[in-house]
Nanobody, 126 residues
Framework: QVQLVESGGGLVQPGGSLRLSCVSS????????IGWFRQAPGKEREGVSC????????YYADSVKGRFTISRDSAKRTVYLQMDSLKPEDTAVYYC???????????????????WGQGTQVTVSS
């Protein structure tokens, strides 16, 4: 059973930045798809970004493209989500998820992922 632990959430003003971390208990991060999702109150969970740790390809939702950057540190078994130019509409609980690399064509479909973290709250407010 793989465990994922997110951290780095918090309260930030509009225009500010946060970096989320997702640490995996898996032996290695290679050959996985690691996704970030978010869920705001009263809304469905939505895909934010994904990285294929096998070939390094990255994927982003249109709403965050150019503002968020996903990356990985395989030695630390950690995937990061750098969030810049944050907006109030980015406020949500952010989750990381892990699955096979086959899912990257539909990386934004949450039920394709096998493992999920507990989430970390991000609040963007002045």
């Amino acid at each position: 059973q793989v465990q994922l632990v997110e951290s780095g959430g918090g309260l930030v003003q509009p225009g500010g930045s946060l970096r989320l971390s997702c640490v995996s208990s898996a032996f290695a991060l290679d050959y996985y798809a690691i996704g970030w999702f978010r869920q705001a109150p009263g809304k469905e969970r939505e895909g934010v970004s994904c990285i294929n740790t096998s070939d390094g390809r990255t994927y982003y939702a249109d709403s965050v493209k150019g503002r968020f950057t996903i990356s990985r540190d395989s030695a630390k078994r950690t995937v990061y989500l750098q969030m810049d130019s944050l907006k109030p509409e980015d406020t949500a609980v952010y989750y990381c998820a892990m699955g096979g690399t086959w899912l990257t064509e539909g990386w934004y479909i949450d039920h394709r992922y096998d493992y999920w973290g507990q989430g970390t709250q991000v609040t963007v407010s002045s």
